[in-house]
């Protein structure tokens, strides 16, 4: 009886079997151990695309925006205007009764622009029929010894009661001394002219010094606004920029929109930053800047009339843009499309500020700069500048108090 209570054995698992559980063991241990490296690295790469798609968007929106701006500024209502302290845009029902002048003619006045006439039948300040260029001139280029340019100086000062022209002659045809024109800038000289001024963002980059070699080719200066990069080849760029007679102005030294313009204190800092910097490297002090993004950015969390303010104390004098080239977008087009943009209304203006982007994803605008160079000089009457202090300020966003 007692045999049949007791439980019957259990069954000897053999070596085999044991064997194959702890395989099963390790299997599934192993499959835990990559599920847990690969799942971060899916993630990381997901994350990473959607950045990527973010970061395209964002250039697509700009692009979007800087050739809105532009083609606002093309409008019949909107003027290029002015020059030195007073060169801003006439706005689309603004106001103008009892302000300050535009083109040096008073609001409504009989005025011709780029060959668009607009007259509201009121007289220019000099009391004279006849219109004036943006440079507060007479449109038959005599000025008269009671006249101004647009740098505030009287137009005699620029050699003679009529100006000089662009052949350094006086307008009574007397010429001007050799050492007298030096002294001049390019606006005071070609006063009369259409004045383009071709400028390149983002830069230096790898494609800075053919840039400078096609520049130097046509014997024309141009305008960089360049970011702070501290590799040996864009240290030798600013200094070659400077050497070659161009204007080197600053256009922020890092570049990111979201550390710059998240205080006052933060654009200051970055600002000081790379005006230190180009200081370091050339030797030269910039007074000239563009805002990434533009004056009228919708990027920024700071009042822009904040940011302008802290280049007003430091006599930092901002510049935006009415014609761009398309190289921004997320299209890319061909030289030939790059070209036709930049002089295809060029017409429009008397001064023209050109956008366009010194960077190594950009080949075709180096490739089409010197179609657009060859088309801007075969234009009459039309000059090609640098940026200098007498220089019409297109912005899109003017000093409150101006």
Not at 53 to 70: C, F, G, I, S, Y
Request: glycine residues 10%; hydrophobic residues 35%; negative net charge.
């Amino acid at each position: 009886m007692a045999g049949i209570d007791r439980e019957p054995d259990k069954p000897v698992r053999t070596d085999a079997e044991r064997r194959r559980r702890i395989n099963r063991l390790k299997k599934m241990i192993v499959a835990m151990i990559v599920l847990a490296i690969l799942l971060p690295v899916l993630l990381c790469i997901i994350l990473f695309l959607k950045v990527g798609r973010l970061e395209h968007k964002v250039q697509e929106l700009e692009a979007a925006r800087e050739v809105r701006l532009a083609g606002q500024m093309r409008d019949d209502m909107r003027l290029s205007a002015g020059s030195g302290e007073t060169g801003y845009l006439a706005q689309p029902g603004e106001n103008t009764e009892g302000a300050e002048t535009v083109l040096g003619v008073s609001a409504g006045a009989d005025l011709t622009v780029a060959g668009e006439h607009v007259s509201e039948g009121s007289s220019n300040e000099a009391g004279d029929a006849d219109s004036m260029d943006e440079n507060g001139m007479d449109a038959d280029g005599a000025g008269d010894a009671d006249s101004t340019d647009g740098s505030g100086a009287d137009a005699d000062k620029a050699g003679g009661a009529g100006g000089v022209d662009g052949s350094g002659i006086d307008a009574d045809g007397s010429e001007t001394k050799p050492e007298e024109a030096e002294k001049l800038s390019g606006e005071q000289l070609y006063h009369d002219y259409r004045k383009v001024y071709l400028t390149f963002d983002d830069g230096p980059s790898t494609n800075t010094e053919a840039i400078l070699e096609i520049l130097d080719r046509y014997g024309v200066k141009a305008t960089f606004f360049v970011v702070g990069k501290t590799d040996e080849h864009s240290q030798e760029m600013y200094r070659r920029i400077v050497e070659a007679g161009h204007t080197l102005g600053m256009h922020s030294y890092s570049h990111k929109y979201s550390e710059i313009y998240a205080s006052a204190e933060a654009f200051t800092e970055d600002l000081e930053k790379i005006r230190s910097y180009l200081y370091d490297m050339t030797g030269l002090t910039s007074c000239f800047y563009r805002f990434p993004g533009g004056s009228s950015n919708a990027l920024s969390s700071t009042d822009v009339q904040e940011l302008i303010d802290v280049l007003d104390e430091r006599d930092i004098l901002y510049f935006d843009w009415n014609i761009v080239n398309g190289d921004a977008g997320s299209v890319k087009l061909t030289a030939e499309q790059l070209a036709d943009n930049v002089t295809n209304n060029m017409e429009r203006y008397r001064t023209a500020i050109v956008l366009m982007h010194d960077a190594a994803g950009k080949p075709e605008t180096v490739e089409a700069l010197p179609t657009i160079i060859e088309r801007i000089l075969q234009m009459d009457q039309t000059v090609i500048l640098p940026i200098t202090e007498d220089t019409a300020r297109i912005q899109q966003v003017k000093a409150e108090d101006e």
